[in-house]
């Protein structure tokens, strides 16, 4: 069963650009999460969908968005982007509630310069 | 405050040399606590869920165990291949991770 895909995996903006990434969940999962990993900060959590429904959001400014689509797809949007968003943007997803083990996919690496 | 701290930072072990990572914790109403795995720049890969005090969990070299205010990840006669990022996360309200503890395993 294939695992959660993240797209692109790699990219580089400018200061000020936006960004889009993408998540396919595992098959049957309908709840995906958003984290952004750092040297510094570690692990944090960004925002958490279920059945296209934000259900928990953290601590993030209002310029990271996400949404969830009816095949449980999700996309995540940085707006404005900073340096300070270089980071690794992981994707999670679990079968129904986020009590429930989540898995992570590989991350897309974001450079802004 | 949920808050979750892993000791040590970082660990260097000799292969064979068996040790334990902690994970300390407090939240309000534990629903879970899990183990992940990551090497670098890869995504974190799932090791353990556990739920309740007492409850430990074992997988080839590790083995995972739970009290009301931590968790331990034991390695078992580590090999090189064990050498990784170790993170630990709780879901009280929301899903708390710690920094992680690097593991590096010699040979």
């Known amino acids: 069963k294939a695992g959660v895909t993240q797209t692109p995996r790699y990219l580089i903006k400018t200061r000020g650009q936006q960004v889009t990434l993408s998540c396919s969940p595992i098959?049957?999962?309908?709840?995906v999460s958003w984290y952004q990993q750092t040297p510094g900060q570690g692990l944090q959590f960004l925002f958490e969908?279920?059945?296209?429904?934000?259900?928990n959001k953290g601590n993030f400014p209002g310029r990271f968005s996400g949404r969830q689509f009816s095949n449980s797809r999700s996309e995540m949007n940085v707006s404005t982007l900073e340096l300070g968003d270089s980071a690794l943007y992981l994707c999670a997803s679990s079968p129904q509630d986020i009590g429930n083990t989540i898995y992570f996919g590989e991350g897309s690496w974001l450079t802004v310069v | 405050e949920d808050q979750v701290t892993q000791s040590p930072e970082a660990l260097r072990l000799q292969e064979g040399e068996s040790s334990s990572l902690n994970c300390s914790y407090t939240v309000s109403g534990l629903r879970g606590l899990f183990w992940y795995r990551q090497d670098p720049g890869k995504g974190p890969e799932f090791l353990f869920t556990?739920?309740?005090a007492g409850e430990e969990k074992e997988k080839e070299r590790l083995k995972a165990t739970l009290t009301k205010k931590e968790s331990f990840l034991h390695i078992t006669a580590p090999k090189p291949e064990d050498s990784a990022t170790y993170l630990c996360a709780v879901l009280g309200t929301a899903l708390i991770f710690g920094k992680g503890t690097t593991l590096s395993v010699s040979s």
């Open positions: 556990l739920y309740s």
């Open positions: 098959s049957g999962h309908r709840s």
């Open positions: 969908y279920f059945s296209e429904t934000q259900r």
